[in-house]
């Protein structure tokens, strides 16, 4: 079945550092790529996403591109932010039909002053 | 905030045990679909309802068991309770059915611990 692979947490960086989080998939076809966001003490939210190969999704500084060569959708801010320490998702959905959302395990950041 | 209510916040319970976990979609959602979060299984999709009906299905237990009602608020049933089943249970909701299309907005969880 399909599946998402993220790099193991934790991270952790100082403020103005650049982050890198690496995700892969296994999946038949053309999946839409999503990474959802897990604030302390709350649910997700959707962060971006990338609905065919070679889109770039982007919001609040992040941003990530779907490469079909190489099933990755790595996520990447220039200079993160305190308020940027979460749990962040990497995730999968089939175009076609009613198929749910597959999550990778998460990876923590956590960003210091 | 998403807009999605869950119920209760916290809940501890006894292995044998039953209990129920309430969510209130956002206004103007049909979607209603609910997740288990654990540390060793990571967040995983249990099931989905549209529009009072089941749509989809994913790793869930005979034991637990969800509906929608006619106000489209939905609950999830988990019987017979292990030590196992103590996890996060997230609830989102979304206006269609379809998941690349219909973005899905999350509740801030029910934390469940079994003893």
């Known amino acids: 079945g399909d599946s998402v692979t993220q790099m193991e947490g934790p991270v952790t960086l100082s403020e103005e550092a650049f982050l890198t989080i690496n995700c892969t998939y296994t999946?038949?076809?053309?999946?839409?790529l999503f990474w959802y966001v897990q604030y302390p003490g709350e649910g997700l939210q959707l962060l971006l996403k990338?609905?065919?190969?070679?889109d770039k999704g982007s919001n609040k500084g992040f941003e990530a591109t779907y490469r079909k060569e190489t099933t990755s959708f790595h996520l990447e801010k220039g200079s993160v932010q305190v308020s940027d320490s979460a749990v962040y998702f990497c995730a999968l959905a089939q175009n076609s039909g009613n198929t749910p959302l597959v999550f990778g395990k998460g990876t923590r950041l956590s960003v210091i002053a | 905030d998403s807009g999605v209510t869950q119920t209760p916040k916290h809940l501890i319970t006894a292995t044998g045990q039953r209990v129920t976990l309430r969510c209130s979609p956002r206004s103007g959602d049909l979607s209603v679909y609910w997740y288990q979060q654990s540390l060793d299984q990571g967040l995983q999709f249990l099931i989905q309802y549209y529009n009072g009906e089941e749509r989809a299905k994913g790793n869930i237990l005979e034991r637990f068991s969800a509906q929608q009602f006619p106000d489209l608020h939905s609950e999830l049933n988990l019987s017979s309770l292990e030590l196992g089943d103590s996890a996060l249970y997230f609830c989102a909701s979304s206006v269609g059915h379809q998941t690349p299309t219909s973005e899905q907005y999350f509740g801030p969880g029910t934390r469940l611990t079994v003893t």
């Open positions: 990338a609905t065919k190969a070679d």
């Open positions: 999946a038949t076809g053309y999946p839409s």
